[in-house]
């Protein structure tokens, strides 16, 4: 690393002196990635070109890359490059889906949407999506079934500025993960989230749909899934059926 390296950051960029130099690349690359410098599936400049672009050393860009790889922004593929990690990959997919088969033996999920409409917010789902209570929201409601069998009940909200357009024949026609139609169609990459687990027992509309007895033992799974910035992009309650499944999570 230079002697001058610690100034070497973009004019106009406010980066305090006790953050490390890294982590202010880091941050300049996130920016990037946020503002669509670098789209999902795309290679990022090589370490020596970012380097050179950033004035610093190629170790300092290493370093950035992978934190950002460690936390599946990017991907690093070997004697490719890096690129921007995508939600149509399959290991990014299984980030947020975390359901698994007792037997091992996974298993693709037939996708049936249920309803797709725009609403008003109720006062909790604004709150979690940061909006004004009664702002335009779109709802949708979806089943995941495992060949004939209902598994995943879930109700998702939306802000509805964000994903205006978005339609059930829209929903109809896509094809991949909701998630990565949300990035290819309305620049909305699903970063993180935070979940709430809780067993319930099934009320009489979702046993319905989910095709168990009422009162029949669920896992509810609720989440808020953020973009760049922490920024709340999507509420999300979802009911389990874990007879033959259980919910995979990493800790550490």
């Keep these: 690393m230079g002697a001058n390296e610690s100034d070497a950051i973009e004019p106009g960029v406010d980066a305090p002196r006790f953050v490390p130099l890294y982590r202010q690349i880091k941050a300049l690359i996130t920016r990037g990635l946020r503002d669509g410098t670098w789209l999902p599936g ?7 070109e970012l380097a050179a672009r950033f004035n610093v050393s190629q170790g ?9 790889a460690a936390e599946n922004l ?15 990959e399959p290991r990014t997919q299984f980030r947020f889906l975390r ?8 298993q693709g999920f037939v996708n049936r949407i249920l309803e797709c409409r ?13 909006l004004r209570s009664g702002e335009a929201v779109i709802l949708i409601r979806r089943l995941l079934s495992l060949g004939e069998t209902p598994t995943v009940l879930d109700e998702i909200w939306l802000p509805g500025r964000r994903f205006r357009g978005l339609t ?13 139609m949300f990035e290819r169609e309305f620049g909305t990459r699903m970063i993180g989230a935070n979940e ?21 033992p669920l896992l509810q799974v609720e989440r808020v899934s953020f973009t760049y910035d922490n920024v709340p992009v999507e509420v999300r309650k979802g009911h389990y059926v874990t007879e033959t499944h259980h919910y995979a999570t990493e800790v550490g």
């Design 118 to 130: 725009r609403a008003r917010a109720p006062v909790d789902i604004a709150r979690s999506l940061a």
């Design 99 to 106: 359901l698994r088969p007792d037997d091992g033996v996974e």
């Design 42 to 48: 795309g290679a990022i400049p090589s370490e020596m």
């Design 60 to 68: 300092t860009v290493r370093k950035a890359i992978e934190e950002l």
């Design 196 to 216: 709430r687990l809780k067993a319930v027992a099934a009320g009489r509309e979702v046993a319905r749909a989910l095709q168990v007895a009422e009162g029949a």
């Design 168 to 180: 059930t024949e829209r929903l109809a026609a896509r094809g991949g993960p909701l998630y990565g």
């Design 74 to 88: 990017l991907v690093r593929r070997q004697g490719r490059g890096t690129f921007v990690a995508t939600h149509d």
